[in-house]
């Protein structure tokens, strides 16, 4: 029940800059907010929602599947944070405020930040290895997921190290010869992410098929977004839709500095003016001008070729067959090849 009960943690000014601000890959900062703010799918949680499933653990068959329980106290996550030998200081906290957000928000303003940083990414391991188990049954050994959690760390800040290298010397970069850019995806400027966004249509189905997908600076992938609705509209108005869930869907996340990138020109276009009109299409037009408004202070919409759009389109073409929207934090297997293509 600690996951609805209280929100006195998120009026508190700049606690959520300690989540944010952490040097972890942004999905698991995305990860630790959900938890946080409530919004994290443990079978308590779908259960408080409506949803019909079991109430006992993934993981130990036994006791109510929490959040607190399923990163904290199930016998696994205890294990886990004793080996890194977190559990008194946890155990501690734990015996003054028993609640999931006071306990994230307190070890995030006691540990250090290297341990601030491995606790986050731990919790985060912890999830993929109930869902693991969940899915594809799966059982992992703690070994497994702390490995896990260190890898994706490691590679995260040798990525951060190689960009910071790269942008202190933009004469090399300068000095390369030009390719035909415009066809190839194109890296956001160093600190920025870039969203590409696309709608997909399908006359047999009667359904259009949304696809979005953030990268950082270095081409990683970060988050990616599917869903369709019906029945089938203009295209300009189901590229405007688009533009609009990845609008909201991102500042959701509480991302800014970013591009979000569509292949339809009108729709750039008309964002990018300042010209209202009253047509469905304007409409929907003039509610991701508010957004961008609203919501973000250093994002923009741009254009990009239909051939730098490719993710997006892959995955608004995959959206069409997916029963229910879903948001996606691991690399899907069919962008794989192109996300591997654009990193290059
Ligand atoms: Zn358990």
Redesign the pocket.
Known sequence: MSEIADNSHMHVPDRWNLIWKLKVPPKIKSFLWRVCRGCFPTRARLSSRGVSCPLD???????Y?DSI??LV?????VQMWRDVNLWDTIDRVLRQDYNIHALIFTLLQQLSSGQCELMATIMWSLWKSRNMKFWQQQNEQNSQVLQRATHLLEEWIAAQAFRSCSSAQPTISQARPTRPEEDNWKKPAPGRYKCNIDASFSTSLNRVGLGMCLRDDVGVFVLAKMEWFAPLCDIDVGEAVGLHTALDWISNQQFDNVYFALDCKRVVDCVNSSIDDSSEFGCIISACKQLLVDRFQKSHVEFNRRQANRVAHELAQEALSNPSPHTIDDVPTYIWHILAGEMQ
Not at 57 to 63: I, S
């Open positions: 653990c993934v993981q130990c068959n036994n006791n599947e329980h399923i106290e199930c016998p696994k996550a």
